[in-house]
């Protein structure tokens, strides 16, 4: 029996388990095949189990695998293509635009980023950057799965679907006639010719097969992901709910990412994007919200009370212009709050600790001494494992009990402590305000090493990331070409599109500092209950 041991100076085994987060002091966590088999005193455990190969010290802390609840598998990101950050709506022709390279090799890089910051699993909703590619949907679909075996990362891979409004928040037909011709049919060249199926028309089928398939995989669980509310139709936002119900998995939809979503929305529905998806049974406690930046209180009781997931992916909100989650809010209410990278991160690094870290600066709001308001070190923790594991649908994650999965993360401790920092300092709070991707050195999935010692076990990253570099440096293809030309020319259109929004009324209901003049005009109720 091969166990290993896996020992810290500190062990966090639960961060569900209030107010003690099953911390063991020289602690140790047995491992045994996939699973968590004993947790306890490290003397203990070592003295019982002699043969356990033996991972760690007392210098490291261990602590469950984090998890990214927003991926999208790119291991170049925009940013390093060549893009700056925009409106999402803006910023969505600009990457359609961008060179494709590979689709496996993307993924596999990213997974090697998020696995040396600690992310042992993520949910990866699936949206193709190349997306004139779209054609080769079910080939790009495997290439990504093949990625994720190949990693080790545990994946909760949420397949997209969408059906409307292409390339702006207008039904093509509308939208394509008012385009130069020549624009109108590359652009249709791409899409179809019905200029609404770009996702082909056996989408259920695909999915239906694809889960059967990985229906024994112990770390791939398939999703669906009608992408937003806003690219698809009522009719297809049930057949999803459907689907889920009968295949019993779960979805992931981007909601209210930008406010010129929710204005769209409000006005299409003639109420919010939350209250309609409610109305049409969607919304569940399998159901998880990508951004959902633009709710509004009652939204966020339609959330709590429905057991639906928000995710909050802190930087890719501010790099896209699309502002603040009311994180502190949406906890008091009792939403599960994950947090996802989105491929979007601080330092385009894919740090999730550096995203832990912004997701729990920016809900420290200035609001008076209301400490039980603020949300913790702990909160955060929380957010990015066992409300992580709610959002991903695997609730067999997230902390380290006997017979969790074995999806453990081995913190160089010394290191994230260097030179010195007070005894009297929580671990916990030594993860949120200093700990970096380089402090972890040891990384487990299902009971398997996939990173030792800040080196990947089963995969060469530094030739994965020259095969990306020489596919980036090549020359576009003639097509590639023709189609970033359409793409430049798409955007001025978009841009004329999209003047006015958004309107006065979708402005922030935040404000940043109570001094700006929109504080006036534009009050948040929670701050106004609270006389702020
Ligand atoms: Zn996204």
Known sequence: ??????????????????????????????????????????????ERHPQAEEIGSERHVVMPGLINTHHHGFGITSFQLG???????????????????????????????????????????????????????????????????????????????????????????????????ELAETLREFVGPSGQEQVPGDYFEFLEAIHEEFAGSSRTRILLAPVNPVWCTDDLLRRARQAADSLETGLHIHLNETPFQRQYTNRLYGRTAVAHLEKLGVLGPDVSLGHAVWLDEDDMDICAASGTSVCHNPTSNLRLRNGILPVARMLEKGVNVSIGMDGNSFADDEDMLAEMRLAHKLSLLPRGLEPARAPSSFDVLRMATVNGARSAGQPAIGSLRPGSKADIVVLDGGRMRYPYTAPSIHVVDSILYRAKHGDVETVLVD??????????????EAEIAQRLRALAEAPPSPEVARWQKAMAELQRHTREFYTGWPAEEERPCYVVNCGHEAAARVPVAALEEEGA
């Open 1 to 46: 029996m091969n166990d290993k041991l896996i020992r810290g100076g500190t062990v966090l085994t639960d961060p569900s388990a209030l107010p003690e987060w099953g911390l063991i002091e020289d602690g140790a966590v047995l491992v045994r095949g996939d699973s968590v088999a004993e947790v306890g005193a490290y003397e203990e455990l070592r």
């Open 83 to 181: 893009t700056l950050d925009d409106y999402l709506e803006q910023w969505i022709p600009v990457i359609w635009g961008l060179k494709p390279l590979d689709r496996y090799l993307e993924v596999l890089y990213g997974d090697l980023q998020n696995l040396r910051s600690g992310v042992t699993t993520h949910l990866h909703a699936s949206y193709f950057r190349d997306w004139a590619y779209n054609h080769a949907f079910k080939e790009q679909t495997y290439a990504s799965l093949r990625a994720h075996a190949d990693s080790g990362i545990r994946t909760s891979y949420a397949v997209q679907v969408l059906n409307r409004n292409t390339f702006v928040y207008q039904d093509d037909e509308e939208f394509l006639p008012s385009l130069p011709p």
């Open 447 to 460: 009971g398997e090493v996939v990173l030792r010692d800040r080196r990947f076990v089963n995969v060469d």
